[in-house]
């Protein structure tokens, strides 16, 4: 069975720029959360999203957005990218709300 | 807001031996707890969870441990082998929606 995946693997950016981000959850499984893993540090809660619905959004700008699409995969996007925006960005899906979440390898987003 | 901490960031072992990661929460309210392991350029695996009905939760050569009066959770790992070599985070989700709190993390070095 295939796991979460995510695209791309790795990505660099100049300052100012913007990104996308995607995710395919894990089939069957309707809630993906996004997370931001800066070097060395556990990862940063971004965004969960449930049936195509925001649930919940942690301490980020507004520079940050998500959605969620009708075959529950996801993106990511982050608008006027800083140097610190680097970091791997992890995709995150469970069946329900509070569940076992299982992440996908990441995207490894640099900023120069 | 919530932390999830760790005492130990390096744990080094002998293969062979028991492995024991700290975790220390501050969220009275957290009721959910994954344990990831996290293994240098992918993301976070799930190794097992607990619920704070609970105190102790058995895996595979694994056990989680709960103590909601000190607030501590500890992942046990029986007859650890190089394979678990990797950082171990702990993560906390205080049925706020399912936005989960990670620790810093630990880096379990098992020496052969």
């Known amino acids: 069975d295939a796991g979460v995946t995510q695209s791309p693997t790795h990505l660099i950016k100049t300052r100012g720029q913007h990104v996308t981000l995607r995710c395919s959850p894990i089939?069957?499984?309707?809630?993906v959360s996004w997370y931001q893993q800066v070097l060395g540090q556990g990862p940063q809660f971004i965004f969960q999203?449930?049936?195509?619905?925001?649930?919940g959004r942690g301490n980020f700008p507004d520079r940050f957005s998500a959605r969620q699409f009708p075959n529950y995969s996801s993106e990511l996007n982050v608008n006027a990218l800083l140097l610190g925006d680097s970091a791997l960005y992890l995709c995150?899906?469970?069946?329900?709300?509070?569940?076992?979440?299982?992440f996908g390898p990441g995207t490894r987003l640099t900023v120069l | 807001g919530e932390s999830v901490g760790l005492h130990l960031p390096t744990l080094s072992v002998q293969e062979g031996d028991n492995s024991i990661i700290n975790c220390a929460y501050s969220?009275?309210?957290?009721?959910?707890f994954i344990w990831y392991k996290q293994e240098s350029g992918k993301g976070p695996q799930f190794i097992i969870d607990?619920?704070?009905?609970?105190d102790k939760r058995q895996g595979q050569r694994v056990t989680v441990l709960l103590n909601k009066t000190v607030k501590h959770l500890s992942l046990q790992i029986a007859a650890t082998q190089p394979g678990d070599s990797a950082v171990y985070f702990c993560?906390?989700?205080?049925?706020?929606?399912?936005?989960?709190?990670f620790g810093t993390g630990t880096s379990l070095t098992v020496i052969p």
């Open positions: 995150a899906s469970s069946t329900f709300l509070l569940d076992e979440q299982f």
């Open positions: 089939s069957g499984h309707k809630s």
């Open positions: 999203y449930y049936e195509k619905e925001e649930r």
């Open positions: 969220n009275s309210a957290s009721d959910y």
């Open positions: 607990i619920r704070s009905n609970m």
């Open positions: 993560a906390e989700n205080a049925n706020t929606g399912n936005q989960f709190y």
